[in-house]
């Protein structure tokens, strides 16, 4: 059936990502480019593959994003770098039709040191655990953007986002940690956090510094009686909290200062 859309009037053709506009239904990855691509690169892109293949959208080979990657780098003259690769989707605009094409939207700008430390704001509202969307970065993101404004307009730089049964599940755009008593404690996969690919080199390298892991289901109590809180994602390496909603902790101890280490060398930040 032939379809007629315009924008403003305007007719548009088949080039348009009408999907994503629509539904949200893409993928997308992003990163510190330091001169190279990032050391966890093919991480992102297996991420992306299975966020693909979730949703049914055809993805490019793995070595033609990168060199779209490496040109829009070379084209911007940057050294260091944040770069967002999005998957969108193309096709009928009937949402049980699957996409027929996608296109590789590559973007590219200086990239901007983390504050020091970060405070967290407990979001408002829930997010449900078992959506398969959970587990991809959807650019379906709407939960993730609310909760990030209603932090800022609160004066807090970051949501904490807490699932259906109250269990402590992540951050607008980074996993949470916390260690207490020489144990290093982040949410499992089932309470809804994004498997980030920074989230799995945190836990590699507290392991080499002789900490205990344990990924469960926690609430914010258990939390709350942390040493010390730190986020961390693929863009700002760790960085520690300050305030949880009140509850202050101390941005300067000795065991996360290890990780941070281990963790720069790993990403070879340093």
């Not at 993805?59 to 999005?86: G, Q, R």
């Not at 996993?175 to 080199?201: A, H, M, Q, V």
């Not at 942390?226 to 863009?235: I, M």
Request: charged share 25%.
């Amino acid at each position: 059936m032939k379809e007629y859309i315009y924008i403003d009037g305007k007719k548009i053709n088949d080039s348009m990502p009408l999907r994503t506009l629509f539904y949200g239904e893409g993928v997308f990855e992003s990163f510190r480019y330091r001169s190279k691509p990032p050391v966890l690169f093919d991480k992102h892109m297996k991420r992306m593959e299975k966020g693909a293949a979730l949703l049914k959208i055809p993805l490019p080979k793995k070595e033609y994003i990168k060199e779209l990657v490496n040109k829009a780098i070379l084209n911007s003259e940057l050294s260091d770098a944040y770069v967002k690769i999005c998957l969108l989707s193309s096709g009928k605009s009937a949402f049980y039709e699957a996409a027929s094409s996608s296109q590789v939207l590559v973007i590219i700008k200086e990239y901007t040191p983390p504050n020091p430390f970060v405070r967290l704001k407990v979001n408002s509202f829930m997010v449900t655990s078992d959506s398969p969307l959970r587990a991809v970065k959807s650019m379906n993101y709407l939960d993730y953007t609310m909760a990030r404004r209603e932090a800022i307009h609160l004066d807090f730089d970051e949501a904490l986002l807490l699932n259906e049964r109250e269990e402590i599940v992540e951050c607008s755009v980074s996993n949470i940690f916390w260690f207490k008593d020489k144990t290093l404690y982040t949410p499992s996969e089932e309470c809804g956090c994004l498997p980030g690919t920074t989230r799995d080199l945190v836990m590699h390298v507290a392991d080499s510094c002789d900490m205990q892991i344990q990924k469960s289901r926690f609430l914010l109590k258990d939390m709350i009686t942390a040493e010390f809180v730190f986020v961390a994602n693929s863009l700002i390496g760790c960085v520690p909290v300050s305030e949880v909603d009140g509850s202050s902790f101390i941005t300067n101890h000795e065991s996360f200062n290890a990780i941070k280490s281990a963790l720069l060398q790993k990403l070879e930040w340093l």
